[in-house]
């Protein structure tokens, strides 16, 4: 043991400046317990056996041997287990098999290193001096003095006018690096009018999600909902983004069941109301409908709506109602919108109440 | 020594084969020592094997964590450049026609569509999407618990502040490669997700609005975002991770490793196995286990099956369904605000409900980062730490972690707060609220706990050093009394429970110009609360004297 030093005789003091120990209690030497210095080595029976040895030799080829037949059975199961169109099973075998082989593969390799290394590798802990991160005294003298010599070859705190206009274009150089991605982002596009308006029109009517088949008021029975889009809606080139504000939930309630504000008592039709889909919170699908309460429920947040108040917020972190699509009938019976929302949909933003 | 250096000349006829009169070296071996001779002089790398080859690595099994989030790391780079092959980065729209038929003939982005020919016609790329996806859960995962390990530890303490900070950012980029490698399928779900980051990016104050057209390019969802994510998750993320990763290591091994107290250890020296051959056998081993679980688990269990969820679509929504675990405690913030947290200036909006929980995670992610900063200054110790912790020796650390981790598991349950209404039969408004609760009173009652847990487990450390353990012999005395023989520790046992480091609380003292700061009383103050209650470490008189009373 004489090579790996006893605690406290091998260290070499590297008397520097001693650290501050702040407010930590260090013992005078005398009431220090003394490190008992290393523990005796307990041999493992590879160390004393060499029947015992030689097994965990034999034990560690297998393992790199049965990884050799993990290699060549994962490209067995590649070609054994294919994939057939239109069969999901045939997909879960290839998997499954050709993980696996890989698998072991993988942990034959791996058991097999880690025993050896625990059973048959030199298994003495070494010991090994630390020193002081920072650099010696000679060695920091010799840093200051490369920034000084470099100061002093180049003048450059001499050189004033030199060195701040470096300053001035290193600070400024990086910024046209910036302004090329503006156009990340539409060029002449006002978002908040963008985010202000959808596809809802005078006259537009209410279709299904998806198949886009019209609604008519005599289907609306109460009690049932629909999810709605505008008609035409598959056509637009940006019918996502579009559905993404567009987006409508249809039900019907008892009118009496319905708290109607002044200035909207026409935008319901005979019970049956519209209300933007899209959570005031952060944009999830208000989705889920609770018909004895006549409740919405966002699943992203849970979010509340009262229906019957107007979509006010009854629980959860949205602030605003759902918006109220105003809906009435055409000469056919078809719902349709009396007109767009008529305040922007979704979450809020900053510009939001600016018009 | 002359003897060695005339041998070759006196016999000349052996000067080719060298040394062959002691050890003949094979075929191989001329061929290893011809090559280990070109490389060096052509790159002087034998000074590098001189100088790590036999670095000490001590060892704990908790000192695996790190080696789990790199090689599950690995794994990543590995399976995520197949990937690379076959996938479409784009949203353009196309109509499927593919091995899978309930979605044949739907509309989706061509994103989607090659997620899905990865998944079912291509062999093994449902296996390597699912080895890719489990080994990030993994990494995020083992990343966490490296950094617990490292906070309870007290591992981040002088030199190694830095390195916590490093590790502190591979933490959130490893956050930030997740995020966007789960938003590229365009899948439903993904899609789902990226609807909420659109919207938080909204409710930032004046720059909200302006900043989500920049990110998708105009209107939610547009056409652009995954082809962007992709470029942030394929390279400039993953060239960010590999480059903090070489940091990381660089200072790991100029720091050397912490190790935990025992015989013969110091904070002069570290001891353990070398990287040759030990060390390179166990971690090059435990590289192939950590893979080949990642396999094991890739091949038998799904992970997130895209083709369940369908194209995205921004109408539908199933109910319960969660995000990447490592996000959860991101959403479980949004989830607890309050109702009513929105109010306009003038006509202006300015969203609480968002803004509060960004600003509430951004803090607490500060304070993890900073937190090594604010320990030093309150012990004002500027000493080098190379030893590790016993948690309990810390206590108001070890306290301060709980009360952490108690947080962000108020947050990340409240991220299943409808799963776990449904589950346990309760309302979502008593899930919500019991989380809200747990998430403001919570870390009290956990630092609470944690801390007289912690001082409790020292003082029986202390008892135990001091008169041994109780063997479960009883004898009788001549007299008749019964006692029960306690059994010393040996020194070497003794010494894990003596040695760690002690603090007592700051005195307040007026400075040199007769005053006491407000800095200084803080200071105080807090050096105070941590340090008031604490045990000491026995010291050699109190073991004597206890030894010499005969351990009763």
Known sequence: MADHGTPGTAVERHEEPSASAGTAVVLPESEQIENPGFSPYRPRVSDLDPVKAKANERRVAWLFVLSMIGSVGAIAAYVVFPITPGDPNSVRLNTLFLGLGIALALLGIGVGAVHWSKALMEGHDLSEERHTTRGSETTRARAVEVFHLGNKESGFTRRKLIRNTLIGALALWPLPGIIVFRDLGPANQDANDVLRHTMWRKGTRLTKDPNGVPIKASDVTLGSVFHVIPEGLEDREDALEQKAKAAVLLMRLKPEDLHVSPGREDWNYHGIVAYSKICTHVGCPVALYEQQTHHLLCPCHQSQFDITHEAEVIFGPAKRPLPQLPITVDSEGYLVAQSDFHEPVGPSFWEREHV | ?552
């Open chain 2, 1 to 552: 020594m002359s003897v060695d250096t005339t041998a070759p000349a006196a016999a000349p006829s052996t000067v080719e084969t060298g040394s062959d009169d002691q050890l003949p070296p094979g075929r191989g071996m001329r061929l290893t020592n011809w090559a280990a001779n070109y490389i060096d002089e052509r790159t002087s790398i034998s000074g590098l094997v001189k100088e790590v080859g036999r670095k000490i690595f001590p060892d704990h099994w908790s000192y695996m964590l790190g080696e789990v989030a790199l090689y599950s790391f690995v794994v990543i780079l590995l399976s995520g450049t197949f990937l690379t092959f076959f996938f479409q980065a784009s949203m353009a729209e196309t109509v499927y026609h593919g091995s899978y038929v309930p979605l044949e003939g739907i509309k989706m982005s061509a994103a989607m569509s090659s997620t899905l020919h990865i998944s079912f016609d291509v062999r093994g790329g449902l296996l390597l999407r699912q080895i890719h996806h489990w080994a990030a859960l993994l990494f995020v995962a083992s990343v966490t618990l490296h950094m617990l390990r490292i906070f309870f530890t007290g591992a981040f303490r002088k030199p190694r502040e830095i390195n916590w900070v490093v590790g502190f950012t591979l933490f959130v980029l490893a956050l930030a490669e997740g995020f966007t490698g789960y938003s590229l399928p365009d899948d439903l779900l993904s899609g789902n997700g990226l609807r909420i980051i659109a919207g938080i990016v909204e409710g930032i104050p004046v720059v909200g609005t302006w900043i989500t057209f920049l990110l998708f390019g105009g209107e939610f969802p547009g056409t652009a975002i995954v082809g962007r994510l992709y470029t942030l998750h394929i390279l400039l993320l993953p060239a960010a991770v590999v480059a903090a990763i070489g940091i990381h290591l660089l200072l790991l091994i100029i720091n050397k490793h912490t190790q935990f107290a025992g015989p013969g250890r110091t904070e002069k020296n570290v001891v353990g196995v070398p990287i040759m051959p030990v060390f390179a056998a166990k971690a090059g081993g435990f590289f192939f286990i950590v893979f080949g679980i990642i396999a094991v688990i890739a091949s038998t269990v799904t992970i997130n099956p895209i083709w369940n969820y369908g194209p995205y679509d921004p109408s539908p929504i199933s109910a319960g369904t969660q995000p990447d675990w490592y996000i959860g405690f991101a959403d479980g913030a949004l989830r607890l605000v309050p109702p009513g947290w929105e109010f306009l200036i003038g006509p202006y909006t300015v969203s609480l409900n968002i803004l509060i929980p960004v600003i509430v995670l951004v803090l607490f992610l500060v304070a993890v980062a900073l937190y090594p900063f604010f320990e030093a200054w309150v012990t004002g110790d500027r000493r080098e730490h190379h030893m590790s912790d016993r948690p309990r020796n810390a206590p108001t650390r070890t306290a301060i972690g709980a009360a952490g981790i108690v947080f962000y598991c108020a947050l990340f349950g409240a991220a299943s707060s409808d799963l776990i209404a449904t589950h346990f039969g309760m309302s979502i408004e008593a899930v919500i609220h019991i989380c809200q609760a747990v998430l403001i009173l919570g870390p009290f009652v956990a630092f609470f706990i944690t801390k007289r847990v912690c001082i409790g487990l020292q003082k029986k450390d202390r008892e135990i050093a001091l008169h041994g353990f109780e063997s479960g012999r009883i004898v009788r005395l001549p007299g008749g009394e019964y006692i029960e023989v306690h059994r010393q520790l040996s020194d070497y046992d003794r010494w894990r429970l003596v040695s760690y480091d002690d603090y007592q609380p700051l005195m307040l003292r007026p400075n040199a110009r007769g005053k006491i700061t407000n800095r200084a009383r803080l200071r105080a103050n807090l050096s105070r609360w941590f340090f008031e209650d604490r045990i000491a470490p026995v010291t050699r008189g109190e073991l004597e004297a206890s030894q010499h009373h005969g351990g009763h």
